[in-house]
């Protein structure tokens, strides 16, 4: 049997996340939380809407999220997030002890594996899906932004 909902499905989901805050002018990254295959949470960047430099996609994801379940932990959901999370978003995953991570491209310059940054120890981590994608909305967004 097909799952239809697999982690191309939702990460598609977490994209549409991310041209919403590429309209918006911000940075384009978007998140979406799911549990038992339903998204509970989402978000995109808000930092400039927002004037918030903590307004990052996984942080307004996990907190709509804990306030859908009412619990500040995370074990049986997974994020998806179309750029490899930051040292903040990475630490607040480890104190949501949420089960998985699925990120699209990775951040060589402020992503948290080249901070040696840890999750938290169950968590599971899968990075590169749909990479293109992401990096084809994060070109777009810096070119428009040279111009």
Same mark, same amino acid.
């Given at each position: !049997? ?54 990052? *996609? ?6 709509? *999220?804990?306030?859908y379940l009412g619990a ?5 959901? +997974? ?8 040292? !903040?978003?990475a630490g607040a995953a ?9 990120? *699209? ?17 169950? +968590?599971?981590? +899968? @990075? @590169?899906? !749909? ?6 909305? !994060? ?7 040279r111009k």
């Amino acid at each position: !049997m097909i799952n239809p909902f697999d982690d191309t499905y939702f990460m598609k989901k977490a994209l549409q996340e991310a041209e919403l805050a590429l309209q918006k002018g911000e940075v384009p990254i978007g998140a979406v939380i799911v549990c038992n295959d339903q998204i509970i949470a989402k978000g995109h960047n808000q930092v400039e809407t927002l004037n918030d430099p903590t307004a990052h *996609a996984e942080m307004l994801a996990f907190t709509a *999220a804990t306030n859908y379940l009412g619990a500040k932990y995370l074990p049986d959901c +997974t994020l998806y997030v179309t750029l490899e999370p930051c040292q !903040m978003c990475a630490g607040a995953a480890f104190w949501t002890q949420i089960g998985r991570i699925v990120y *699209a491209a990775e951040d060589e310059k402020r992503g948290y594996k080249h901070w040696n940054c840890k999750v938290h120890p169950k +968590t599971k981590v +899968t @990075g @590169g899906i !749909m990479a293109e994608q992401s990096k084809e909305l !994060m070109n777009r967004f810096f070119k428009k932004l040279r111009k």
